[in-house]
């Protein structure tokens, strides 16, 4: 095959992971990138300095590349030069990051060939900064202030979020893309589930919350209702940060939920993550910020029923494939309640989740992404 175009894939996530989400999304896309290039078209995968080890995972993590190229910076280092626009080694080519982590600067886009894509997934930057690291804040918001002078295209996962773009970096509109994420490739409850729930030590039958303290995570609000709802069945809640587990814990008490109803646990594998949706009963979406709602995507995958509060990115991604209700406590509670009324309402739900799930696919997003990179 002669190589006519070569997509070089920032794999920062996936060789020095700081974010499981973002490491997720990046190997999933870079896995479905591969294998969704076109004729003539190969994958190049972008690493910061890492041991040989961490090369040999992103090379198993990624199967099909056709080569990487490690930077010669770790990537704390990097992540600065990246932010100051600096020379990072990186060089140019057809470049897509599945972050803001990117060489921003001038290049030639029409003579050399060169392009620079990024992907911001959530706005908590701008919208609830008090709840990131001033560190944090500050080298996203300089990104993307870098993204909107020399990105040639800024992908975002909803059109919610590409309206809401406009606010924070004025003057982007014609180089908003839309693409959305997806659950992992072949994301299906194992068939150990029962062994890695027991394992998990987390009870059957549960409604499954995802985040911590956070107040945009809106767990306050998601124990109200279940306290409100009536409902006496156990509640499960993933992804919480290290830590925080007693806060989570005197929230929801708090709240009505009796403390050995709660069980707290934090970022899941994909397996266990899967196997917990198998027992989940319901999952229960309170938060209303602007970012890729993960979980609920899941959820959907799995045909578990969704019960979300009503907001512009879930409206757009749950669409009728599960309950949208205001973002109060009553709403919630009601909803929640009805959802699992019965058997037939819970299956019905159901239904409408996988339905919906199926909308979601690493392999569209790659073939977007191509075509993206083709139209540019």
């Given at each position: 095959?002669?190589?006519?175009?070569?997509?070089?894939?920032?794999?920062?996530?996936?060789?020095?992971?700081?974010?499981?989400?973002?490491?997720?999304?990046?190997?999933?896309?870079?896995?479905?990138?591969?294998?969704?290039?076109?004729?003539?078209?190969?994958?190049?995968?972008?690493?910061?300095?890492?041991?040989?080890?961490?090369?040999?995972?992103?090379?198993?993590?990624?199967?099909?590349?056709?080569?990487?190229?490690?930077?010669?910076?770790?990537?704390?280092?990097?992540?600065?030069?990246?932010?100051?626009?600096?020379?990072?080694?990186?060089?140019?080519?057809?470049?897509?990051?599945?972050?803001?982590?990117?060489?921003?600067?001038?290049?030639?886009?029409?003579?050399?060939?060169?392009?620079?894509?990024?992907?911001?997934?959530?706005?908590?930057?701008?919208?609830?900064?008090?709840?990131?690291?001033?560190?944090?804040?500050?080298?996203?918001?300089?990104?993307?202030?870098?993204?909107?002078?020399?990105?040639?295209?800024?992908?975002?996962?909803?059109h919610s979020m590409a309206r809401q773009l406009e606010d924070f970096a004025p003057r982007l509109s014609e180089r908003v893309r839309?693409?959305?994420?997806?659950?992992?490739?072949?994301?299906?409850?194992?068939?150990?589930?029962?062994?890695?729930?027991?394992?998990?030590?987390?009870?059957?039958?549960?409604?499954?919350?995802?985040?911590?303290?956070?107040?945009?995570?809106?767990?306050?609000?998601?124990?109200?209702?279940?306290?409100?709802?009536?409902?006496?069945?156990?509640?499960?809640?993933?992804?919480?940060?290290?830590?925080?587990?007693?806060?989570?814990?005197?929230?929801?008490?708090?709240?009505?939920?009796?403390?050995?109803?709660?069980?707290?646990?934090?970022?899941?594998?994909?397996?266990?993550?899967?196997?917990?949706?198998?027992?989940?009963?319901?999952?229960?979406?309170?938060?209303?910020?602007?970012?890729?709602?993960?979980?609920?995507?899941?959820?959907?995958?799995?045909?578990?029923?969704?019960?979300?509060?009503?907001?512009?990115?879930?409206?757009?991604?749950?669409?009728?494939?599960?309950?949208?209700?205001?973002?109060?406590?009553?709403?919630?509670?009601?909803?929640?309640?009805?959802?699992?009324?019965?058997?037939?309402?819970?299956?019905?739900?159901?239904?409408?989740?996988?339905?919906?799930?199926?909308?979601?696919?690493?392999?569209?997003?790659?073939?977007?992404?191509?075509?993206?990179?083709?139209?540019?």
């Open positions: 095959m002669t190589v006519v175009a070569t997509l070089r894939i920032v794999l920062d996530q996936v060789a020095a992971p700081t974010d499981p989400d973002l490491a997720l999304a990046s190997r999933e896309l870079a896995t479905a990138l591969v294998e969704a290039a076109p004729d003539g078209c190969e994958v190049e995968g972008i690493l910061p300095s890492v041991p040989a080890a961490r090369v040999d995972d992103a090379l198993s993590d990624v199967p099909g590349l056709a080569g990487v190229h490690k930077v010669s910076l770790p990537r704390r280092e990097l992540s600065a030069a990246l932010q100051l626009g600096v020379a990072t080694g990186i060089g140019g080519g057809m470049i897509h990051s599945p972050t803001l982590f990117a060489p921003l600067v001038k290049h030639d886009r029409v003579h050399e060939n060169d392009q620079t894509v990024v992907t911001l997934w959530d706005f908590r930057a701008w919208e609830a900064p008090d709840e990131l690291s001033r560190t944090s804040v500050g080298w996203q918001r300089a990104m993307l202030r870098r993204a909107a002078k020399h990105a040639d295209a800024i992908v975002v996962p909803t839309v693409i959305a994420g997806a659950a992992p490739a072949r994301f299906r409850v194992p068939s150990d589930e029962v062994g890695r729930r027991r394992v998990l030590d987390v009870p059957e039958g549960f409604v499954l919350l995802s985040g911590g303290r956070a107040a945009s995570d809106a767990l306050g609000r998601g124990f109200a209702a279940i306290a409100r709802s009536g409902l006496e069945l156990p509640v499960l809640v993933i992804d919480a940060p290290a830590g925080e587990e007693p806060a989570i814990l005197e929230l929801a008490s708090s709240s009505g939920i009796p403390e050995g109803n709660l069980h707290v646990r934090g970022f899941l594998d994909t397996a266990d993550r899967a196997a917990v949706f198998g027992a989940a009963v319901a999952l229960l979406a309170p938060a209303a910020r602007s970012a890729f709602p993960w979980r609920v995507v899941e959820a959907l995958a799995l045909g578990v029923p969704v019960i979300a509060a009503q907001s512009p990115v879930h409206a757009e991604v749950v669409v009728d494939g599960g309950m949208l209700v205001p973002a109060e406590d009553e709403a919630l509670a009601s909803a929640l309640a009805d959802a699992l009324a019965s058997t037939a309402a819970a299956d019905r739900l159901g239904v409408l989740a996988a339905d919906r799930g199926r909308v979601y696919s690493w392999r569209e997003a790659a073939d977007r992404v191509w075509q993206l990179h083709a139209d540019l």
